[in-house]
């Protein structure tokens, strides 16, 4: 499980990282270029990372958190998206049927669409797993020329961010992003200042898949009881009129029928 | 057929066909250009209305199942069959607006094969599949015994009673996981529906909703092709309603029995009331509980919608119906189900499109297309409707009549091939008509793509970088599809401060958004000149390998001293790379001081037109000295021929002619 730290107090801004990206992904830098200045936050199907300002003097990269219990992942309905060991979270194009759920179930509004295709996909940050599998670092991290982008297995980089917060005079705040927000992420920030334009949530909160798993995993099991209730219901009431057929005609039809009837019978 | 009923056929037509025109270009151009879908709003009409919202109307199916099959309440089996009807229609249609809306509709069955269990739309998904199934088994009976299949119709009557059970259980799950899809978005969805009671919230409000859809349509069926059945008193008195009122007003017993199905319509939307203010009072309750009344009394717009939402949705149905005055009358009760209906649908809309609003920090508004097809595949589904109520027993004695009207429909269905015919009977030229009209409109109105909303070339923002502490902005100032940094405060003090913000900005020319570069740093275009800085940019970014976004941004200390300002003064002479060119030339080199060029025009002038004076001497063709050889507009109204033939004459020295 690896994991990016980026260190908001070392950006400058000058978006190597997106230019390293773009190469990386086979993509069309002037795209890309126009996308930045095009869009809200500089993300698009051309761009998987960009760079933004928290505040002045301040940028933040931001793509892709690969967060360890994804939301996208959980709501796929073909299994597009998958998280794998080595914590990246990747998306399978050939069995993606563009429902596009997984845009509206990211918190932090990753996912972009290729709108102007016939045939579009889901364009995401891959955390360059294939050069993760060459036993290379991603290409954002290589590309950063001011040491900002750290890259390493998710506790040591973890235990190196702490180690920062706590041992260096840079005045970081006493909060490392993507700790524990939304169950943690595999892209991690130190910052001297707040985050929130970023999407990160003001407290922790709890990973979205906790609030529909119990749900989820459930549904079987109240289908199974509804069914077996609707019989039940169903086998009462026939006998019931099966006992009361000798007795009483069908009700009347001019009655006033409101929902007492449900309890009467 | 009466002319009212002809001419509502003929809008719906009218409608589908624009919605089959929207779908032949969405499939036609994708998703993007026919839509205002973007990555801030990636749901849209087609699959919030039509999808969410059209599943939600078409719960009549298990509704009124449940009433008739397992709790026994015979009055109400009058109503199964068009119940199971817009069931069937209402998934029918949902299903087709959402293979338009997905991005790949060639790989809808995908979810048939590749499971993922812990997402809700799978779930939704296989429900929605299966219960498709279970109506159309519901619902073929009436069709097979149409065709004359009546065994085959006797052994679904006999498994009805399961099927609609299993309908039901399918019916619970799906329903509520439509509201659980939009747990996913706790951060996102407007807090004032938001709630971890969604599902229970979608199902109360989709069943209730889902009754008063029957009650409306045997109230708008009845109108059109039955009217005794509520109104119960004879069609040709003009005031039909208040007849009625006064009629069934007097005591519980209607005086004219005739209205005979007005009890069992009150009883349907008494029960979608109880269930309907049920889901009121829960959602009050969440409200209080949760805290997010205090949102609701900030007063923005979101509360407002969400009292009409509520007051459409569940207050004016429930007066209505709680009110014996109105509830007697069928034309009030038929307003209290519209309002029911329309606020689910409102209801639905708020919580997957308006409830977005404020976390996207943009608004979506359906294009004119998106609306199209949202309403051609609904004026689809009633159509359908419409046929399968006038040709088949779904309300008795509407067909009955109806029957009687057409008067030949007896045999429609013994043969098979005789079903076109049906349809066109009469309405052949009315149809092609609506078609010849209704296609080249619909080209018209809706033709893709539309214009995004940003405007590419004109856009200017404060750019990320190490110049964000000198103010610079990026910006393609020429238009020309390259963006460079521009020090903006530098500028602005170069030029006189505070005060000269008209140098730029108030000398727009039309249509332009601010003044080009080019307008100043005349140097660089001069279209006097036979010199093209941007073609040298480029084509030195190329000779020289560069790298970056724009490679031609770097090429500038190529030629221009890197520690001056970049100006003709700095730049190298043109002898330094162009050496090769000028063959004739070579021997001024010496006596010219080429080194340092004195300045661009010196330096141009000093370093061609000497020679070729010269040259034009030598080889008698005196269009070699002429000033429009190298300047090819600077005197084309004069002397255009001159100038084109002087410029053809350089290029082919060989053959002056």
């Excluded at chain 2, 407002?304 to 149905?317: A, D, K």
């Excluded at chain 2, 008795?396 to 009207?405: G, H, K, L």
């Excluded at chain 2, 903006?488 to 730029?504: I, P, V």
């Excluded at chain 2, 063959?583 to 080194?595: M, P, Q």
Aim: charged share 20%; hydrophobic share 45%.
């Amino acid at each position: 499980m690896f994991a990016i730290l980026v260190d908001v107090t070392k950006c400058t801004g000058c978006e190597k990282c997106v230019e390293a990206c773009v190469q990386a992904h086979d993509q069309d830098l002037r795209k890309a270029a126009v996308d930045r200045v095009t869009t809200k936050d500089g993300l698009s199907a051309n761009r998987f990372c960009t760079v933004l300002q928290a505040e002045p003097g301040r940028f933040a990269r931001k793509s892709c958190m690969h967060c360890l219990e994804p939301s996208c992942v959980a709501a796929c309905l073909v299994g597009s998206l998958t998280k794998t060991p080595e914590g990246a979270v990747v998306y399978d194009p050939a069995k993606c049927i563009g429902c596009r759920y997984c845009m509206l179930a990211c918190p932090f509004h990753i996912p972009r669409y290729q709108w102007e295709s016939i045939t579009p996909f889901v364009m995401k940050c891959d955390l360059c797993i294939d050069r993760l599998r060459e036993g290379k670092v991603p290409a954002c991290v290589e590309a950063c020329p001011h040491g900002a982008l750290s890259f390493g297995e998710r506790q040591a980089i973890l235990d190196l961010a702490h180690l920062q917060v706590t041992q260096t005079d840079c005045n970081y705040l006493p909060r490392i992003w993507g700790e524990e927000e939304y169950g943690g992420t595999s892209v991690l920030y130190l910052s001297d200042v707040d985050l929130g334009c970023m999407g990160w949530p003001a407290d922790k909160s709890i990973p979205i898949p906790e609030i529909t798993d119990p749900l989820i995993t459930r549904t079987p099991h109240i289908g199974l009881g509804v069914l077996a209730g609707l019989f039940g219901l169903k086998w009462i009431i026939d006998r019931r009129t099966l006992l009361m057929d000798g007795r009483q005609e069908a009700p009347d039809p001019e009655e006033d029928a409101t929902g007492e009837v449900e309890r009467d019978e | 057929m009466n002319s009212r009923i002809r001419w509502i056929k003929d809008l719906l037509w009218l409608i589908f066909l624009f919605g089959m025109m929207a779908a032949f270009f969405r499939l036609w151009f994708g998703l993007g250009a026919t839509t205002n879908l973007s990555d801030a709003f990636p749901w849209g009409l087609w699959k919030v209305l039509n999808m969410v919202g059209g599943v939600a109307l078409s719960t009549s199916g298990f509704a009124v199942g449940f009433l008739v099959y397992v709790l026994k309440l015979e009055r109400y089996r009058p109503l199964m069959k068009p119940a199971i009807l817009i069931a069937f229609l209402g998934y029918g249609s949902s299903c087709l607006a959402l293979l338009f809306d997905i991005g790949l509709p060639h790989r809808f069955w995908h979810p048939l094969f590749m499971w993922n269990e812990t997402s809700f739309l799978f779930e939704v998904f296989w429900c929605v599949v299966l219960y498709f199934t279970v109506t159309l088994i519901e619902i073929s009976p009436t069709f097979l015994n149409r065709l004359g299949m009546v065994n085959s119709a006797r052994f679904l009557h006999r498994i009805a009673g399961g099927v609609v059970i299993l309908g039901i259980s399918l019916s619970c799950l799906h329903h509520s996981s439509l509201g659980s899809l939009f747990l996913v978005t706790p951060q996102r969805l407007h807090p004032l529906w938001y709630s971890p009671l969604l599902p229970i919230f979608f199902i109360m409000s989709a069943v209730g909703a889902g009754l008063m859809v029957v009650v409306l349509a045997k109230v708008i069926c009845a109108r059109w092709y039955d009217p005794e059945s509520v109104y119960g008193t004879l069609p040709a008195e003009s005031s039909a309603s208040i007849c009625s009122l006064d009629g069934l007003t007097g005591s519980r017993a209607p005086q004219n029995s005739r209205a005979k199905d007005i009890p069992m319509l009150v009883g349907i939307a008494s029960i979608a009331c109880w269930v309907l203010g049920c889901y009121l009072l829960i959602k009050l309750a969440d409200l209080l509980v949760s805290g997010d009344w205090k949102v609701l009394l900030l007063g923005r717009w979101e509360s407002y919608l969400y009292g009409i939402e509520l007051v459409i949705s569940v207050v004016i149905p429930v007066i209505l119906v709680a009110n014996r005055r109105t509830r007697c009358s069928p034309t009030w009760l038929g307003i209290a189900a519209f309002s029911a209906a329309l606020g689910l649908a409102l209801n639905r809309v708020d919580v997957g499109i308006f409830g977005y609003f404020a976390d996207a920090g943009a608004i979506y508004l359906p294009s004119l297309l998106e609306w199209a097809l949202s309403l051609g595949v609904i004026a689809g589904a009633i159509l359908v409707f419409m046929f399968c109520v006038e040709h088949l027993p779904f309300f008795e004695r509407a067909f009955e009549r109806q029957e009687n009207v057409l008067g030949s429909a007896e045999n429609a269905f013994s043969n098979v091939l005789r079903v076109p015919d049906l349809v066109l009977r009469g309405g052949l030229y009315r149809l092609t008509l609506i078609t010849v009209f209704a296609i080249p409109l619909a080209w018209l109105a809706l033709y893709p793509p539309y214009t995004q909303s940003h405007e590419l070339h004109s856009f200017v923002k404060p750019s990320l970088g190490l110049d964000d502490l000198r103010n610079t902005l990026k910006i393609d100032g020429n238009r020309s599809g390259v963006f460079t940094g521009f020090p903006h405060s530098e500028h602005q003090n170069r030029l006189g401060g505070a005060s000269s913000c008209k140098t730029c900005h108030h000398i727009s020319l039309p249509g332009d958004k601010s003044t080009p570069c080019s307008r100043c740093h005349r140097d660089l275009t001069r279209d006097t000149l036979i010199f093209d800085h941007f073609l040298h940019m480029r084509t030195v970014a190329v000779r020289e390998e560069l790298s970056g976004w724009y490679p031609e941004n770097h090429s500038c200390d190529v030629c221009h001293n890197p520690a001056e300002p970049k100006t003709s003064a700095s730049a190298k002479s043109c002898l330094e790379c162009h050496r090769d060119d000028m063959t004739i030339g070579n021997e001024a080199e010496v006596s010219l001081d080429l080194k340092y060029a004195p300045g661009f025009e010196c330096a141009m002038h000093k370093t061609c037109s000497v020679c070729h004076a010269s040259e034009a001497k030598r080889l008698n063709r005196p269009a070699l000295s002429e000033c429009s050889t190298c300047h090819p507009t600077l005197k084309p109204r004069s002397d255009s021929r001159r100038a084109t033939w002087a410029k053809s004459a350089l290029l082919s020295q060989d053959n002056p002619g």
